[in-house]
């Protein structure tokens, strides 16, 4: 099985910071990762797929990039809503493992 | 409108069995892959099955591979999971959530609310 390595598992920052997430994998997935935000008490919501395709309607803000088996999250300045926990998923192979998530907190 | 709506959550008992269903509107149902993703309390995100968009290949999580299944009927436009034998550690809630493409390979867009399975 695919593990995910996420780091931090929780950050604090002030608006208009610029936030940087990091999730590792044991193996090469290619570009099968995939980013979530979630919000307390909802559901999650698909970021980026395939490693840095900013899904519909999402801000330009997030972005995504890879080297090798790291792959990052970047908040390039963090408005008041992006205050969540952030998943990263590979969906390389099954099992589609997602990483321990981030928390982003306010400063 | 795109949406999924869980139901069929509850409070079992240990070794007791629940089926879960997720309605489906607004997108062709039958073109996508489906997926279950649970959430145990305070806990991160766990892939749980994924089903092909005909059916014919489900996947499963080693935590529950040989005690759920996952099934679709097109023609209702519903995602099942049936669950039995179930653990303490089952306990979560279960988030139904479409695939972006019609494979898995791009995430799931769309999640449904998610429904309380309490195994105790």
């Known amino acids: 099985d695919i593990q995910m390595t996420q780091s931090p598992s929780s950050l604090s920052a002030s608006v208009g910071d610029r936030v940087t997430i990091t999730c590792r994998a044991s193996q090469t997935i290619s570009s099968y990762l995939n980013w979530y935000q979630q919000k307390p008490g909802k559901a999650p919501n698909l970021l980026i797929y395939?490693?840095?395709s900013l899904q519909s309607g999402v801000p330009s803000r997030f972005s995504g990039s890879e080297s090798g088996t790291d792959f990052t999250l970047t908040i390039s300045s963090l408005q008041p809503e992006d205050f969540a926990t952030y998943y990263c998923?590979?969906?390389?192979?099954?099992?589609?493992?997602f990483g321990g998530g981030t928390q982003v907190e306010i400063k | 409108e795109v949406q999924l709506v869980e139901s069929g959550g509850g409070l079992v008992q240990p070794g007791g069995s629940l089926r879960l269903s997720c309605a489906a509107s607004?997108?062709?149902?039958?073109?996508?892959?489906m997926t279950w993703v649970r959430q145990a309390p305070g806990a991160g995100l766990e892939w749980v099955s994924t089903?092909?968009?005909?059916?014919?290949?489900?996947f499963f999580a080693d935590s529950v591979k040989g005690r759920f299944t996952i099934s679709r009927d097109n023609s209702k436009n519903t995602l099942y999971l049936q669950m039995s034998s179930l653990r303490a550690e089952d306990t979560a809630i279960y988030f139904c959530?479409?695939?972006?493409?019609?494979?898995?390979?791009?995430?799931?867009?769309?999640w449904g609310q998610g429904t309380t399975v309490n195994v105790s």
């Open positions: 395939a490693t840095s």
């Open positions: 959530a479409k695939s972006s493409v019609g494979g898995y390979d791009f995430g799931m867009d769309v």
């Open positions: 607004g997108f062709s149902f039958w073109s996508y892959a």
């Open positions: 998923q590979q969906t390389f192979s099954t099992p589609l493992t």
């Open positions: 089903i092909t968009a005909s059916g014919a290949t489900t």
